[in-house]
């Protein structure tokens, strides 16, 4: 196996994230977190189990049009028996989000009947959406809310600034997402974010990321490869190799007749990233914490 990317990150706000997250959360009833669904473990927050303990938990599976169906179905079962509740969908198209809202109520189902019994039934429900970089907050928050207007918190006391948009059904969405930081330590981490386009591309060496993915791809859906670059018969398991063949199926050459891996490693990364090789998940459920 060839070297590991490696990416460096920058915690400075991390400190200031927890502390907004832990501020919000008295304000609101549950967290809705969003991951990717190619890579679920490594789009996870390592601290939001501990920070959010107290309140219960959707889990978006984000991004499915771009991950493998048969695997997302397997992380829809293993989130829900670690007792959160899971939802697979796609904030692009809106896939899945007309689940969302019977889901939150279901999920404060007690807390809704408590507040009838206390004669608050016009209490609303309110949610915070949280997630690290990249994975589609703003979209889902977009999608959710659609034309729907802003509301200013006015309760004193409450933290200034904060809007809440009014979803319907008795609930309402903070409209600033929690942001969360990754498991940057992971070397693993940071090269799965890296393959799906969360971490800048100019702090890393996009070759490198390529011939990683190449070697990737060609271990776990080498059918996609072959399709898609016109490959016959057994991949090279080198990912210099197996991109110097990309880089030739697509006429991608210097003069010389050399590759251009630099353009080649370009096209690999942009043809992952939106789903063109194929719908491709990075890490299963059974996987052990490295996901590898
Ligand atoms: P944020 O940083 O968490 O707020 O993420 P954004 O909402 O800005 O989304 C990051 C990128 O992912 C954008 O290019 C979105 O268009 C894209 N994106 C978000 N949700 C989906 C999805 O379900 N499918 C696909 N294919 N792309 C998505």
Sequence with gaps: MSEQVSIQWFPGHMAKTRRLIKESLPLVDCVAEIIDARIPKSSRNPELDALCSSKPRIVLLNKIDLADPAITERWVEYIRKSGAMPLAVDCKSGRGLNKFLPLVKELLKDKIEQN????????????????????????????????????????????????????????????????????????????????????????????????????????????????????????????????????????MLISGGEVDTERASAVVLDEFRSGKIGRISLEKPDMTESGQ
Aim: glycine share 12%; hydrophobic share 40%.
């Design 116 to 251: 009838a019994r206390r004669g608050m039934s016009g209490k609303k429900i309110r949610v915070m959406v949280a997630g690290i970089p990249n994975c589609g907050k703003s979209t889902f928050i977009n999608r959710m809310a659609g034309s729907k207007k802003l509301k200013a918190e006015d309760r004193p006391g409450v933290t200034r600034g904060t809007q809440w948009i009014d979803l319907g059904s008795g609930i309402e969405m903070m409209d600033t997402p929690g942001m969360l930081w990754p498991k940057f330590e992971d070397p693993t981490v940071g090269e799965n974010l890296a393959f799906c386009g969360s971490v800048k591309d100019d702090v890393i060496d996009i070759e490198l990321l390529a011939r990683r993915l190449l070697e990737t791809i060609a271990k776990t859906y080498p059918d996609f490869l072959r399709a898609r670059y016109k490959l016959n018969g057994e991949l090279p398991e080198e990912g210099a190799e197996l991109l110097a063949l990309v880089g030739r199926k697509r006429g």
